[in-house]
């Protein structure tokens, strides 16, 4: 079984702060995908990043996908209370069909 | 709507009953993905179809869940004889086609069985 593990798994900052979330695996990914859900909504993607080594920058969003792309982080600068949400990785596994594995999820909450 | 929708997006039923969760995809999307998520945590995979291919089942947890992709758009997730853990949110989402692109996900269903 494929697991994607997801550290932490709550954080509550104050507005302005620096953060980085962590998803880790012993398995390799084809890609990785981060994805954002609010309450009540499904997720919604935020980068896809393919390369072993790769870094997205999105705004005040840094994506990282690692050497053995196994694992990947992303790092906020100055959050914003808007960043609040659950965060979630998402690998991508091709092994004769696409399959996406995702990770446990962190709930990020940003005070103002 | 141009997004994905889902119905009903709240349902309640007792524990025994059969439920019907539907799922309408983003037109032109061929594959079509099924997840729970518990508690607002992680996703768990529970099927996917692409096109007319046969849909990869392995995510469903028992033989109690079942699927179905009527002409290759509109999804029907049905469970039987509900049990209280079947409570959860049920997402779905659609894609181009099933090479790594972005999924789009509906606002899910969220079911509650008593």
């Known amino acids: 079984t494929q697991l994607l593990e997801q550290s932490p798994q709550f954080l509550s900052i104050q507005e302005g702060e620096n953060l980085t979330v962590y998803c880790n695996s012993s398995?390799?990914?084809?890609?990785l995908q981060w994805y954002r859900q609010e309450p009540g909504e499904g997720p919604v993607l935020l980068v896809t990043?393919?390369?072993?080594?790769e870094v997205k920058k999105l705004k005040r969003l840094t994506f990282q996908f690692g050497d053995a792309r196994k694992d990947s982080s992303l790092h906020i600068t100055a959050a914003q209370p808007g960043d609040t949400g659950l965060y979630l990785c998402a690998g991508i596994v091709t092994s004769g069909t696409y399959k996406y594995i995702f990770g446990t999820g962190t709930r990020l909450k940003v005070l103002a | 709507g141009a997004g994905v929708s889902q119905s009903p997006s709240n349902k309640v039923t007792e524990k025994g009953k059969d439920v019907e969760l539907r799922c309408d995809p983003i037109s032109g999307h061929t594959a079509l993905y099924w997840y729970r998520q518990s508690l607002g945590q992680g996703l768990e995979f529970l099927i996917y179809?692409?096109?007319?291919?046969?849909?990869?089942k392995s995510g469903l947890p028992s033989d109690r869940f079942s699927a179905e992709r009527t002409g290759g758009s509109v999804s029907t997730l049905t469970i039987q004889r509900t049990q209280q853990e079947d409570s959860a949110v049920y997402l779905c989402a659609s894609s181009l086609d099933v090479s790594g692109h972005e999924q789009f996900f509906g606002p899910g269903t969220r079911l509650t069985v008593l």
């Open positions: 179809f692409q096109g007319n291919s046969a849909p990869d």
């Open positions: 398995s390799v990914f084809s890609s």
């Open positions: 990043v393919v390369t072993g080594g």
